[in-house]
């Protein structure tokens, strides 16, 4: 009943979960002491309200963010990703080029899908490269708990 009164809205045990990954991201890139880190952890897992949350990464270049999209984990991820959308573009253009092809067309008006298809692709593959994940492209200066408009950004994974 607290929080409804306040307006301040509850954490969640994920969103705890994804403020200590942040966390340790930072402390794996030398941005944060082990000592500051793990007082930081400790308010993460104690924290009972979202906005108990944001300052923790608030100094953080991109609220921690970028350092996580360039984990380990996160960068397979994002590699597992890039195949599976290489691979749906594959099997579209297959695809459309079947069609074309059964149709006796003259012109090959399949070129108009493939080309912003394999731009996509292009594109997702420079937001790897850069070091980026293509779930995070859009977060640059906020963190995936930030309230907008829309209310809270769910942290793709």
Known sequence: MEGTQTGRI??????????AEVLRAAMGEGRLPLDEG???MTAVYAAVYRDELTPLTADLPGRGLP???R???RLALARRHLRGHAG???LV???LVAIWASTGAHFFWPVFAI??????VFKHAAVIRAGGTWESRDW????PWSHHRDGFHAYHR
């Open 115 to 120: 080309v912003p298809l394999l731009l996509s």
């Open 71 to 73: 984990t380990p984990e």
């Open 140 to 143: 640059h200066g906020h963190g």
């Open 10 to 19: 509850r954490t969640s045990d994920a969103e705890r979960e994804q403020t």
């Open 38 to 40: 793990e007082i930081r």
């Open 93 to 95: 253009i297959g695809v």
């Open 88 to 90: 749906a573009v594959v």
């Open 67 to 69: 350092a996580l999209a």
